[in-house]
């Protein structure tokens, strides 16, 4: 699968550049906290730790993910680790046990996509889990994936070719205890999404969508973006209940 997203990359000629890539470490456990704007973030962002080290993250992802009947088989072979949202500590103690065997395991604290391609607020877990395995931090942003698939727009390979992907990779960051911690992480990875957009390669030209509103782009504000999602999750919470 690693071939493969590389092969589909290189298909895209999508212009993939990373910094930090010193910070992948060579063994050991770690908790690799990511950004999400896009669809294939889990792979982009997988990239540099096979590249560097021919090491493997295995990311946790929302359960209906592994039981769709495209992409459900294909997440279950590569080990990545099922979340259910209603009870997620099962989720937790297997991702604790993949880090004490020394595996890196791969979270993005928003939950979903932020439609704003700004941090949305971060659930709770990356700093306990890493705790309680006594593994570091890997922060970790992306940007750029946005343009090549996102939620609320269609994918064409014409508009996904030759897009630059910037990635940055962090320090490691020791866990610490309590809302000060959680705190710290949020200002790391804030810093590290500075960091990668302002190295990025192009501007937004005449169709901003892709920027976020406070840097003059036409993405929704954060406040926006929040209500979408909310009526995304009402919407979705209605079929359930009415599945004709």
Known sequence: MARAA???????????????????????????????TGFLDFALAGLPFWRERGRFVRFMAK??????????????AM???PVDRS????????????????????????????RSFCLKEFKSGAVRMARSAGVPLIPMTLWGSQRVWTKGRKPTLGA????????TIGAPLQPGRGRAADATLIEVMNKLLD?????????????????????????????????????????????????S
């Open 6 to 36: 590389t092969g589909l990359f290189r298909a895209l000629d999508l212009r993939i550049d990373v910094v930090g890539q010193e910070h992948v470490p060579a063994t050991g456990g770690a908790v690799v906290v990511l950004n999400h």
């Open 160 to 167: 996904a070719r030759h897009i630059p992907i910037n990635m």
């Open 63 to 76: 359960q209906e993910v592994f039981t769709h009947r495209a992409t459900g088989p294909l997440m279950r």
């Open 195 to 243: 960091e990668t957009r302002v190295r990025y390669p192009e501007a937004p030209g005449d169709d901003p969508w892709w920027m976020p509103a406070h840097l003059g782009g036409t993405a929704p504000t954060p406040e926006r973006a929040a209500e979408l999602d909310a009526q995304e999750k009402l919407e979705r919470a209605q079929r359930r209940a009415d599945p």
């Open 79 to 81: 080990g990545h680790i």
């Open 87 to 114: 009870a997620g500590l099962a989720a937790f103690r297997l991702a604790v046990e993949a880090l004490r065997a020394g595996e890196l395991v791969g979270i993005f604290p928003e939950a979903t996509i932020s």
